[in-house]
């Protein structure tokens, strides 16, 4: 039987990166960038500027985009609606699934993004109707933020970031 399911394409491991890629910079995702592009084509392109670029660099485009909120990665940023009505209860939600804030907003994408990674994980066919609610909300907002990421970004693994988010939580890709 076929999933029916809307965001049915998401990777676990990518929403994870993804969500890695919208956390501050470290050394370590430098590292990293360059094997993640062997599996993850559409990160190509930055790893050869990120190289020219380095840490430093790339901390400096993340504070401009993401810090400075010339495209805030947080819901409540893009949505009157945030996730189980607001901030207290995805703290609630993401403690009931043993998720660490580790310093970020509950609305964040990043958090939001571990949040869809571990309820992928679980077993859907007890629970369809949750995996929709969480679709439509970040179908609601992540594209126009990841548009945002991508007309203001300096840096292509940025607008790259951008492009990825937008074709993976574009209401085009659900099915009812």
């Known amino acids: 039987m076929e999933n029916d399911l809307p965001g049915d394409e998401l990777d676990v491991d990518e929403l994870c990166i993804l969500s890695g890629l919208l956390s501050p910079p470290t050394q370590e995702t430098v590292d990293a960038l360059e094997e993640m592009a062997k599996g993850w084509t559409w990160l190509s392109p930055a790893v050869m500027e990120i190289r020219h670029l380095g840490l430093s660099g790339l901390r400096r485009e993340y504070d401009r985009l993401l810090v400075m909120d010339d495209c805030p990665a947080r819901e409540s940023a893009w949505s009157a609606q945030v996730l189980a009505g607001g901030g207290t209860n995805l703290e609630r939600l993401y403690r009931q699934a043993g998720i660490a804030l580790q310093g970020r907003e509950p609305d964040s994408l990043s958090m939001e993004l571990i949040y869809a990674a571990w309820y ?27 548009r945002c990421l991508q007309s203001e970004a300096r840096v292509e693994l940025y607008r790259a970031l951008g492009a990825r988010l937008e074709m993976l939580f574009s209401e085009r890709n659900t099915r009812h």
């Open 120 to 146: 992928l994980e679980q077993d859907l066919s007890n629970a369809p109707a949750g995996w929709r609610v969480i679709w439509h909300h970040l179908s609601g907002w992540v594209p126009p933020f990841a």
